[in-house]
């Protein structure tokens, strides 16, 4: 029976890979005449301040489009699919991935469900990863060994056209059967209100997050986090790579005791920089 299961749900999608402008534009028009879609992305955020966008996945009830960021010249059409409120997009865990469209194509997607803050409320549990939440309503066991292979390389594997492929093919009918569950205690409108607050929450600069979360109260740090911040930018690498989150502190008290350059090279390793930061530090 399993095995019945796992053919219908793998060939019930036809799946191929969008590589050429026309192509996409083709897609695009096609997609603007859909009320649901599912999506993912797939990027990489290793040594670098913005994400690099590599894949977009998106699935219909016929079918699952693979778009190759990487091979296409154009992507300003994906606007009128993300923005457009009367397409429904399903997402598992969507903060991140709508972090990555709004960083790489400056996009803010509305109207959007996200079946692990669905199936939190509904299994009142932690948060639970698209592998057991595919397993609970389809009693389909998928493979994630490819959660960290190199997107950016072409071509691509049949390993990552399977997995990219997986994790779109499923969501629609999650998305389904969640609604049904939600509507049957009045719930759905609350967690389509949660999920639209991730996409917000996900459509905003990289810096608010993060200077949110170390909960500065002093003018100087806020300065000095925002300095780490725009070097960061401006190099397109991660701020910990200009300084850790621990030498802020002891960044200021340093600047504090007037005798700053030397211990501010010794941290920064670079004097051009530490100049630049006495500079910063000098105007607050």
Same mark, same amino acid.
């Given at each position: 029976?399993?095995?019945?299961?796992?053919?219908?749900?793998?060939?019930?999608?036809?799946?191929?890979?969008?590589?050429?402008?026309?192509?996409?534009?083709? =897609?695009?028009?096609?997609?603007?005449?859909?009320?649901?879609?599912?999506?993912?992305?797939?990027?990489?955020?290793?040594?670098?301040?913005?994400?690099?966008?590599?894949?977009? $996945?998106?699935?219909?009830?016929?079918? +699952? #489009?693979?778009?190759?960021?990487?091979?296409?010249?154009?992507?300003? !059409?994906?606007?009128?699919?993300?923005?457009?409120?009367?397409?429904?997009? @399903?997402?598992?865990?969507?903060?991140?991935?709508?972090?990555? &469209?709004?960083?790489?194509?400056?996009?803010?997607?509305?109207?959007?469900?996200?079946?692990?803050?669905?199936? !939190? #409320? +509904?299994?009142? *549990?932690?948060?639970?990863?698209?592998?057991? /939440?595919?397993?609970?309503?389809?009693?389909?066991? @998928?493979?994630? *060994?490819?959660?960290?292979?190199?997107?950016?390389?072409?071509? %691509?594997?049949?390993?990552?056209?399977?997995?990219?492929?997986?994790?779109?093919?499923?969501? /629609?009918? =999650?998305?389904?059967? $969640?609604k049904k569950i939600l509507k049957k205690n009045d719930s759905f409108a609350?967690?389509?209100?949660?999920?639209?607050?991730?996409? @917000?929450?996900?459509? $905003?600069? &990289?810096?608010?997050?993060?200077?949110?979360?170390?909960?500065?109260?002093? !003018?100087?740090?806020?300065?000095?986090?925002m300095w780490r911040e725009k070097i960061a930018m401006e190099k397109n @690498?991660?701020?910990?790579?200009?300084?850790?989150?621990?030498? %802020?502190?002891?960044? &200021?008290? +340093?600047? !504090?005791?007037?005798?700053?350059?030397?211990?501010?090279?010794?941290?920064?390793?670079?004097?051009?920089?530490?100049?630049?930061?006495?500079?910063?530090?000098?105007?607050?």
């Amino acid at each position: 029976m399993f095995s019945k299961l796992k053919k219908f749900f793998s060939k019930k999608l036809n799946v191929s890979i969008v590589d050429s402008d026309d192509r996409f534009d083709e =897609i695009a028009y096609e997609l603007s005449f859909e009320n649901i879609i599912g999506i993912d992305t797939e990027f990489d955020w290793r040594n670098t301040y913005y994400p690099k966008l590599a894949l977009i $996945q998106i699935s219909t009830s016929k079918n +699952i #489009f693979l778009i190759d960021c990487l091979k296409l010249n154009n992507l300003n !059409k994906f606007k009128s699919i993300f923005e457009n409120k009367d397409i429904c997009k @399903i997402f598992h865990a969507s903060r991140s991935d709508i972090t990555v &469209l709004f960083c790489s194509l400056g996009l803010k997607v509305f109207n959007i469900f996200d079946v692990q803050i669905a199936e !939190k #409320f +509904i299994s009142k *549990s932690d948060h639970k990863s698209y592998s057991k /939440i595919v397993l609970k309503y389809l009693n389909l066991r @998928i493979d994630k *060994s490819e959660t960290n292979s190199n997107w950016l390389r072409r071509p %691509l594997t049949v390993s990552q056209i399977n997995y990219a492929a997986n994790d779109v093919r499923y969501l /629609i009918n =999650i998305f389904e059967k $969640q609604k049904k569950i939600l509507k049957k205690n009045d719930s759905f409108a609350f967690i389509q209100d949660l999920s639209n607050k991730e996409a @917000i929450l996900g459509s $905003q600069e &990289l810096y608010i997050p993060r200077l949110k979360k170390l909960k500065f109260k002093e !003018k100087m740090a806020k300065d000095l986090f925002m300095w780490r911040e725009k070097i960061a930018m401006e190099k397109n @690498i991660p701020p910990s790579f200009v300084f850790k989150d621990r030498y %802020l502190k002891k960044m &200021l008290n +340093i600047y !504090k005791e007037n005798n700053p350059k030397k211990d501010f090279y010794d941290i920064l390793k670079n004097e051009k920089l530490a100049d630049d930061l006495i500079k910063t530090l000098e105007k607050c």
